[in-house]
Nanobody
Framework: EVQLVESGGGLLQAGGSLRLSCAAS????????IGWFRQAPGKERMGVAC????????YYDHSVRGRATISRDNAKNTVYLQMNSLKPEATSVYYC????????????WGQGTQVTVSS
């Protein structure tokens, strides 16, 4: 059974930091592109950061560039998102996504973790 389980969300004040984790199981983690998405109330889900299998480079949305770091530990089947200097507009449910670069149907999501940033 494929599973992606996010953790690390919570309530914090603006300017604070947190690290989200996503533990994967049920598939070959190292063969998948891994990303973090977020969805604020009433808004569409949007990509925040990702790491591809092809070159291992991280990519960031402009809204977090310079304040976020995505990393993956293939030995632990885990991906992390470190976020610093958080702003209230970062308040969202954060989702982990694993997508195969070879099989389109292999596109998996976690259940999400809530991050709330107060002003």
């Amino acid at each position: 059974e494929v599973q992606l389980v996010e953790s690390g969300g919570g309530l914090l004040q603006a300017g604070g930091s947190l690290r989200l984790s996503c533990a994967a199981s049920g598939f070959t983690f190292g063969d998948y592109n891994i990303g973090w998405f977020r969805q604020a109330p009433g808004k569409e889900r949007m990509g925040v950061a990702c790491i591809t299998v092809r070159n291992g480079r991280p990519y960031y949305d402009h809204s977090v560039r310079g304040r976020a770091t995505i990393s993956r530990d293939n030995a632990k089947n885990t991906v992390y998102l470190q976020m610093n200097s958080l702003k209230p507009e970062a308040t969202s449910v954060y989702y982990c996504n694993a997508k195969s670069p070879l099989v389109q149907e292999h596109d998996y999501w976690g259940q999400g973790t809530q991050v709330t940033v107060s002003s």
